[in-house]
């Protein structure tokens, strides 16, 4: 297992970073353990979650699944870099209360003890802000930090979906303030969607970011989606399906299958391999389903892409360009 420094903190996390959002929606407790302990095993030590997941009226069955995991002993959770997010509304469906979600530092305070007791742990290594909050002001969301890390139930912040300007602020008030700031941004981020290189991404390396990006496969768009259903009859959903309804798309995808396969490789495979060749990446998340997915995934951190094959890749999916210059017409 490959691993590295996860941006300016001392914490050294593995290049892939499991990610656990169909833990309780589309994979049972009992699978969830079993793809988490092959991931133990195989080296992967830094575990993804949010309070949310589970989602509807199961919101916060994905730490309790971790908890459970972490709760059978054998050194669990001293082993892996934890990261859980705070924002969305953890109030049961239907009985919405106002300061139940967002970054108020209320709903910090009592979003963080939930997910402790969820999780079965004293304290998260990387507490994420989900989404920005235009609300709150960042004075009051360092505050609330401040004290979590006082009280050792957290270690560091990271942001989720910040644009760049948001990452300078709120690293800027942080800085005022004598403290570490944000240390981490999880971004979307793959081949076919590559907009965070021309401002979210520079913006993390110039403030020592480590760059997490979710969704590496867009939404299984990049996973071989066009041969499966070729093949297999199996037609995509979701994301993939409403992407696929564009010509333009539907032949980029096709061009790109080709190139793998012209290659002998797999295109979910390749696809998270070229996210760790891009500068400022940390590790892609990745999230299994099965332990078949888990292993493809694995299988991706012994690939190393040809400069050929990278620059195919390019032409294929233009990345945006450098910024300012992209912004030009």
């Known amino acids: ?16 970073v499991l990610g656990t959002m169909n833990f309780g929606p589309q994979t049972d407790e009992s699978t969830s353990h079993g793809i988490m302990d092959a991931a133990l095993d195989a080296g992967l030590n830094f575990l993804d979650t949010a309070n949310v997941y589970g989602w509807g009226e199961n919101k916060g069955r994905t730490e309790e699944i971790i908890g459970t995991w972490f709760a059978q002993g054998g050194g669990r959770r001293d082993k892996v870099v934890l990261a859980t997010k705070v924002y969305g509304n953890m ?26 007791k969820r999780l079965q742990t004293d304290y998260i290594d990387i507490y994420q802000f989900h989404h920005i909050d235009r609300s709150t002001p960042f004075e009051e969301i360092w505050q609330a930090i401040d004290v979590l890390v006082q009280q050792g139930k957290i270690l560091y912040a990271g942001s989720s979906n910040f644009p760049g300007y948001k990452i300078a602020q709120a690293n800027e008030t942080a800085a005022r303030r004598g403290r570490m700031g944000l240390v981490s941004e999880q971004c979307l981020y793959n081949l076919a969607e590559r907009r965070a290189e021309m401002e979210v991404i520079p913006a993390a390396q110039d403030y020592g970011l480590g760059v997490i990006p979710w969704s590496p496969l867009h939404g299984g768009l990049l996973g071989g989606v066009l041969k499966k259903e070729a093949t297999q009859g199996r037609r995509a959903s ?13 032949e980029q995808i096709q061009a790109y299958e080709n190139l793998l396969d012209k290659h002998g490789l797999e295109p979910g495979e390749a696809a998270l391999a070229w996210l760790l060749t891009r500068p ?50």
């Open 238 to 250: 979701g994301r993939a399906a409403d992407a696929l309804k564009d010509t333009k798309t539907r």
């Open 280 to 329: 400022g990446v940390t590790g892609p998340i990745v999230g299994p389903r099965t332990q078949e997915q888990l292993d493809s995934a694995l299988r991706a951190l012994q690939l190393e892409l040809s400069e050929e094959l990278l620059t195919s890749l390019d032409e294929i999916f233009p990345g945006p360009g450098p910024s300012p210059e992209a912004f030009a017409w």
């Open 91 to 116: 109030a049961g469906d239907g009985d919405v209360w106002p300061n139940h979600d967002k970054l108020s530092a209320v709903n910090i305070r009592r979003a963080v003890d939930a997910s402790l």
């Open 1 to 16: 297992m490959k691993y590295t420094q996860l941006g300016r903190t001392g914490l050294k996390v593995s290049r892939l």
